[in-house]
């Protein structure tokens, strides 16, 4: 059974940081992407950024700067560094895996973690 399962979120002020962590069991993700997402109040889900399995990254404009996703394979464990955050990154996010090696459409993620949720005070 494959199991995505987020940590690190929590309350935290404007211009902190906060570091999510995913671990994946079940399966190997090597050779897929790795992504996270993010859902805010009656908004849809978002993309945020994506780690292909050879290293390259992309991020949504509104993180760029900020945020780095990383991955350690070995570990089967994926990675999201928020610094500077600001009260609109408030959302529950989600980690997920490709079916793909590179993917920025949400349409290519199977795996899906519960989610962890990120709150931005002012």
């Known amino acids: 059974q494959v199991q995505l399962v987020e940590s690190g979120g929590g309350l935290v002020q404007t211009g902190d940081s906060l570091r999510l962590s995913c671990a994946a069991s079940?399966?190997?993700?090597?050779?897929?992407?790795l992504g996270w997402f993010r859902q805010a109040p009656g908004k849809e889900r978002e993309f945020v950024a994506t780690?292909?399995?050879?290293?390259?990254?992309y991020y949504v404009d509104s993180v760029r700067g900020r945020y780095i996703i990383s991955r350690d394979n070995a570990a089967n464990m994926v990675y999201l560094q928020m610094n500077s955050l600001k009260p609109e990154d408030t959302a529950v996010y989600y980690c997920a895996a490709a079916t793909v090696g590179w993917s920025v459409r949400r349409i290519d993620y199977d795996y899906w973690g519960q989610g962890t949720q990120v709150t931005v005070s002012s």
């Open positions: 780690i292909g399995w050879f290293g390259n990254k």
């Open positions: 079940g399966r190997t993700f090597s050779r897929n992407a």
